[in-house]
């Protein structure tokens, strides 16, 4: 066998060797046919050379770039894989949703420990904080209003105070026609519900007539109390047969003040410091509940979503661990996602939404998703290009994302990417939830144990890789119509 002889390394000699060998046969064969007497060519092995040389040069031309682009993604992979792996998730998943966290209900001890948790790991990952104080957590406050009193007019008639529901979060309201209240009416075929919490968003004072068909149910507008943002706006319902020309009410709260937390940690960027890119998820769960028959009374939220909240952990180690983002990359963990999503509609307060470049919210990634491992679905996948620029980042992976296959489950709203999605934001929810058929979503059960760890890993890695060329400010997703949003 002749030998490459222009090529001395070893590897590019293993890469031209059956080049060289084709070349070699092709001449071999002219000299068998030439006339006998003619001598074989004296110069057969430089023929063979100078051919396999030709062949080198061109391979090189190729062989170069696709060692170089494989060298890159090993040295990627071995780095990512080293930073994020099955062991360390397991770690972090595991302390978030083991009993000591008492399920990270709002407002209890196990949801500040989780807060705590998370405040450790982002300084570990060398994270600034949010706050020019050296604190990584965002604080705010809701209230819980209470009504004590109510008493009221119509047409100058008293009414009972059974008949008056206040929206507020003042304790105490006199109101009158000349008030200035906007005027509305819920009607016999009206839902109560739905419509009472559209006026309490709408950040207008309203008296709203309710007609009394809903006499049975006006009792569960109780279900709109809970806590809340403070609000200078409040809504008055009366059920009344038909509305009133004079009117006036007067009406007492007791008012709680409660403080919330998100966990916030900032990676500047380099060129781009200016321009924000988001990974979130949220800490909370559903706290204690009423013992079961084997006694266990605690919704650990293991998918739900420390599964997300780990995610968001390890990818603010990975990012910080590489050093080379332009864009300047959020971690944010939230509170309240379970009882009104506070925590992030704070948050998206705190940005100028214009600013704002992609949203990588993460919601229970913890289970294999419809189509098995290695896969995971995008929320609101049509509603912006994110999607198609995370799929480009992650060929040749193995990974596919898919858009969301559950859209009579709206879940594009019903996570925390939402609040910054109607600010037009690039904000997507990443998941794997099979919400159709998910045994364990908001039960007890909803333990580390029911999760695949490992798979868990690699969704974590693809949700990194997807998004480098958003983190380096390469590629930048188009913007939600929010004038399209619900």
Same mark, same amino acid.
């Given at each position: 066998?002749?030998?490459?002889?222009?090529?001395?390394?070893?590897?590019?000699?293993?890469?031209?060797?059956?080049?060289?060998?084709?070349?070699?046969?092709?001449?071999?064969?002219?000299?068998?046919?030439?006339?006998?007497?003619?001598?074989?060519?004296?110069?057969?092995?430089?023929?063979?050379?100078?051919?396999?040389?030709?062949?080198?040069?061109?391979?090189?031309?190729?062989?170069?770039?696709?060692?170089?682009?494989?060298?890159?993604?090993?040295?990627?992979?071995?780095?990512?894989?080293?930073?994020?792996?099955?062991?360390?998730?397991?770690?972090?998943?595991?302390?978030?949703?083991?009993?000591?966290?008492?399920?990270?209900?709002?407002?209890?001890?196990?949801?500040?420990?989780?807060?705590?948790?998370?405040?450790?790991?982002?300084?570990?990952?060398?994270?600034?904080?949010?706050?020019?104080?050296?604190?990584?957590?965002?604080?705010?406050?809701?209230? #819980?209003?209470?009504?004590?009193?109510? /008493?009221?007019?119509?047409?100058?008639?008293?009414?009972?105070?059974?008949?008056?529901?206040?929206?507020?979060?003042?304790?105490?309201?006199?109101?009158?026609?000349?008030?200035?209240? #906007?005027?509305?009416?819920?009607?016999?075929?009206?839902?109560?519900?739905?419509?009472?919490?559209?006026?309490?968003?709408?950040?207008?004072?309203?008296?709203?007539?309710?007609?009394?068909?809903?006499?049975?149910?006006?009792?569960?507008?109780?279900?709109?109390?809970?806590?809340?943002?403070?609000?200078?706006?409040?809504?008055?319902?009366?059920?009344?047969?038909?509305?009133?020309?004079?009117?006036?009410?007067?009406?007492?709260?007791?008012?709680?003040?409660?403080?919330?937390?998100?966990?916030?940690?900032?990676?500047?960027?380099?060129?781009?410091?200016?321009?924000?890119?988001?990974?979130?998820?949220?800490?909370?769960?559903?706290?204690?509940?009423?013992?079961?028959?084997?006694?266990?009374?605690?919704?650990?939220?293991?998918?739900?979503?420390?599964?997300?909240?780990?995610?968001?952990?390890?990818?603010?180690?990975?990012?910080?661990?590489?050093?080379?983002?332009?864009?300047?990359?959020?971690?944010?963990?939230?509170?309240?996602?379970?009882?009104?999503?506070?925590?992030? @509609?704070?948050?998206?307060?705190?940005?100028?939404?214009?600013?704002?470049?992609?949203?990588?919210?993460?919601?229970?990634?913890?289970?294999?998703?419809?189509?098995?491992?290695?896969?995971?679905?995008?929320?609101?996948?049509?509603?912006?290009?994110?999607?198609?620029?995370?799929?480009?980042?992650?060929?040749?992976?193995?990974?596919?994302?898919?858009?969301?296959?559950?859209?009579?489950?709206?879940?594009?709203?019903?996570?925390?990417?939402?609040?910054?999605?109607?600010?037009?934001?690039?904000?997507?929810?990443?998941?794997?939830?099979?919400?159709?058929?998910?045994?364990?979503?908001?039960?007890?059960?909803?333990?580390?144990?029911?999760?695949?760890?490992?798979?868990?890993?690699?969704?974590?890695?693809?949700?990194?890789?997807?998004?480098?060329?958003?983190?380096?400010?390469?590629?930048?997703?188009?913007?939600?119509?929010?004038? @399209?949003? /619900?």
């Amino acid at each position: 066998m002749w030998r490459c002889e222009s090529v001395t390394s070893p590897l590019w000699f293993s890469l031209c060797k059956p080049l060289c060998h084709f070349e070699s046969k092709k001449l071999l064969t002219y000299n068998k046919l030439k006339p006998a007497c003619v001598s074989p060519t004296s110069n057969f092995k430089s023929q063979i050379s100078l051919s396999c040389h030709r062949n080198y040069r061109s391979m090189k031309k190729i062989i170069i770039p696709a060692l170089t682009l494989l060298l890159v993604y090993n040295a990627q992979a071995q780095k990512i894989n080293k930073i994020i792996s099955e062991k360390k998730v397991r770690k972090i998943e595991t302390t978030l949703s083991s009993d000591a966290m008492g399920g990270r209900g709002l407002f209890s001890r196990g949801l500040d420990m989780a807060a705590d948790f998370i405040t450790a790991g982002f300084k570990s990952a060398g994270l600034q904080p949010v706050n020019d104080n050296g604190s990584y957590f965002q604080e705010f406050e809701v209230v #819980e209003a209470n009504q004590t009193d109510a /008493r009221g007019a119509l047409n100058g008639k008293d009414i009972d105070a059974k008949n008056i529901f206040a929206l507020t979060s003042a304790e105490e309201l006199a109101v009158d026609a000349e008030s200035g209240y #906007e005027l509305a009416t819920i009607t016999a075929s009206d839902k109560l519900l739905n419509n009472a919490y559209r006026y309490m968003l709408s950040g207008k004072n309203y008296i709203v007539w309710v007609d009394t068909a809903h006499a049975k149910n006006f009792n569960a507008l109780s279900r709109l109390k809970g806590e809340r943002f403070r609000s200078n706006s409040s809504v008055i319902l009366v059920l009344t047969p038909e509305p009133a020309k004079e009117f006036s009410f007067s009406i007492h709260h007791t008012i709680i003040e409660k403080k919330l937390k998100n966990v916030v940690g900032i990676l500047p960027g380099k060129s781009k410091k200016d321009e924000y890119v988001i990974f979130s998820g949220h800490y909370d769960h559903l706290g204690i509940g009423k013992p079961d028959a084997n006694g266990d009374s605690i919704y650990n939220g293991a998918n739900d979503d420390a599964a997300g909240t780990t995610a968001v952990i390890m990818l603010s180690k990975y990012f910080s661990k590489l050093k080379n983002n332009e864009r300047t990359i959020v971690f944010a963990a939230f509170t309240a996602e379970e009882s009104g999503g506070f925590g992030s @509609q704070y948050f998206s307060k705190q940005f100028d939404p214009a600013k704002v470049m992609a949203m990588f919210n993460i919601e229970m990634i913890g289970t294999e998703s419809k189509w098995g491992r290695n896969s995971a679905y995008i929320t609101g996948y049509e509603k912006t290009d994110m999607g198609k620029i995370l799929e480009k980042n992650l060929q040749g992976t193995g990974f596919t994302f898919h858009p969301d296959p559950y859209p009579d489950q709206q879940l594009f709203y019903r996570s925390d990417n939402a609040t910054l999605a109607r600010l037009g934001v690039p904000a997507h929810t990443i998941s794997t939830s099979k919400m159709d058929s998910e045994p364990f979503y908001h039960t007890l059960d909803d333990e580390v144990e029911t999760l695949d760890i490992k798979n868990m890993a690699e969704i974590i890695k693809a949700i990194a890789l997807s998004s480098k060329t958003i983190v380096s400010g390469e590629d930048t997703p188009s913007r939600v119509d929010a004038t @399209q949003l /619900r």
